[in-house]
């Protein structure tokens, strides 16, 4: 029996309406919001943090790829959580184990202890993904995956946006401490309630068998989606890490329109995300994740190569195709690999993109500032997400008479 099974498998209805299905996906919003808003948040808190514990822009960029590494290894080690109990219990125990991180992170004193503190965060937020998908998948129709997905990822597209506010709104009446120690107090009473009221992911996980890993591993299209999501997650997460960095130091912006801006220009985020949602069901996950990336690829190239005025409508223009990647994306996962690989496809990729777009792009980026130019490393970070979008033309993924069966 396969890890993730569709709704329409368990059902004679498999023509209920996706308003009807998508329900407890909701719940799944509000956890993966709060996972997500806990990494983001360290953008706007970064040039504090930065001054606070004196260290370098390139020191600083590491803590996302600390927090990346730790991601990495928790959605490695989600298949053998997940199959030695449930999907709903590993949901269960990365919410509780966010809570903890940040409130440990409130109070730690060096660097030192603060790199050991983001690798936990990272760590405890990787092993949510691969369950959530499982989950999603399971209740929700084979038609209605990309809108399910998209749904999902309003989580951190709202992330994106709030994180900003959320950190100027502490920084100016308490402190960067007191931001991380709110967001675990959240964290765990929201873990509270999912285990009260939350629905679904109530089966095992699969096992990462040599089998399934080394079906995986000949599966061409498989290894193009990891980098794919690597150069996905840069559009995103890269740049956003170092974004406020860039526009403070470099630009001389100051922080509090750096810090709004940057929140302004994910405003259209939840928005673009759930017509991403559509697209991809319309148009196909492969034409849509070629749109996104060329597109976000010269703009990303442009907020390097831009100054003064222009820089600040480049800011706003530059994710605003970025969020179509991710449900095109996880439904072209789905899509290439049989069910019972599904949930470890998603704990092979995602690592392994957010180690590249979320924890090495940043960190070459800040040593590029540390090096003059915050600019030059956002132009070559440009170029590779629109070789990335070239690539993506060799995407094969089954037409959708092969779905269907």
Not at 72 to 98: M, N
Not at 164 to 182: C, K, N, S, Y
Not at 217 to 231: A, C, K, Q, Y
Not at 350 to 367: D, E, H, Q
Request: glycine share 12%.
């Amino acid at each position: 029996m396969g890890d993730i099974k569709s709704a329409a498998d368990e059902s004679p209805l498999a023509a209920q309406s996706f308003l009807h299905q998508v329900g407890p996906v909701v719940f799944l919003v509000v956890i993966f919001f709060l996972n997500f808003v806990s990494r983001m948040i360290l953008a706007p808190l970064l040039p504090t943090i930065e001054k606070e514990l004196a260290i370098s822009h390139g020191q600083a960029g590491f803590f996302f790829f600390l927090i990346s590494a730790g991601y990495l290894a928790g959605l490695l080690l989600s298949g053998f959580l997940s199959s030695r109990s449930t999907h709903r219990s590993a949901i269960t125990a990365s919410g509780a184990g966010v809570g903890v991180s940040l409130l440990a992170l409130s109070v730690a004193g060096g660097p030192w202890t603060m790199r050991c503190g983001f690798f936990a965060l990272g760590f405890a937020c990787g092993v949510y993904m691969p369950s959530a998908i499982a989950t999603i998948t399971s209740l929700i129709d084979r038609q209605h995956w990309g809108k399910a997905i998209a749904v999902h990822e309003l989580a951190p597209n709202l992330a994106f946006f709030s994180a900003p506010f959320i950190a100027e709104l502490f920084l100016r009446w308490l402190t960067w401490r007191a931001a991380l120690g709110a967001l675990g107090a959240a964290a765990l009473m929201v873990v509270l309630a999912f285990l009260r009221y939350g629905r679904g992911g109530d089966f095992p996980g699969e096992p990462p068998t040599a089998s399934v890993v080394g079906l995986l591993m000949r599966t061409s299209s498989f290894w193009l989606m990891v980098l794919l999501f690597g150069m996905g997650v840069s559009v995103t997460v890269g740049v956003y890490a170092m974004l406020p960095l860039y526009l403070i130091n470099e630009r001389q912006m100051d922080s509090s329109w750096a810090n709004t801006i940057v929140a302004l220009s994910r405003f259209h985020g939840p928005f673009l995300g759930l017509l991403g949602g559509w697209v991809s069901d319309r148009l196909g996950p492969k034409r849509t994740i070629v749109v996104s990336l060329l597109f976000s690829g010269v703009l990303t190239l442009l907020l390097g190569w831009t100054s003064g005025r222009g820089l600040s409508a480049v800011v706003f223009v530059q994710p605003l195709l970025a969020v179509w990647f991710f449900p095109a994306g996880f439904a072209a996962l789905a899509m290439i690999t049989p069910p019972q690989a599904r949930n470890l496809s998603v704990g092979f990729t995602v690592p392994f993109g957010y180690l590249i777009g979320g924890g090495a792009i940043p960190t070459f980026i800040g040593v590029m500032g540390d090096a003059g130019s915050f600019a030059f490393g956002l132009m070559v970070t440009g170029i590779l997400i629109l070789g990335a979008g070239i690539a993506a033309l060799r995407l094969k993924l089954p037409d959708r008479s092969q779905l269907s069966t």
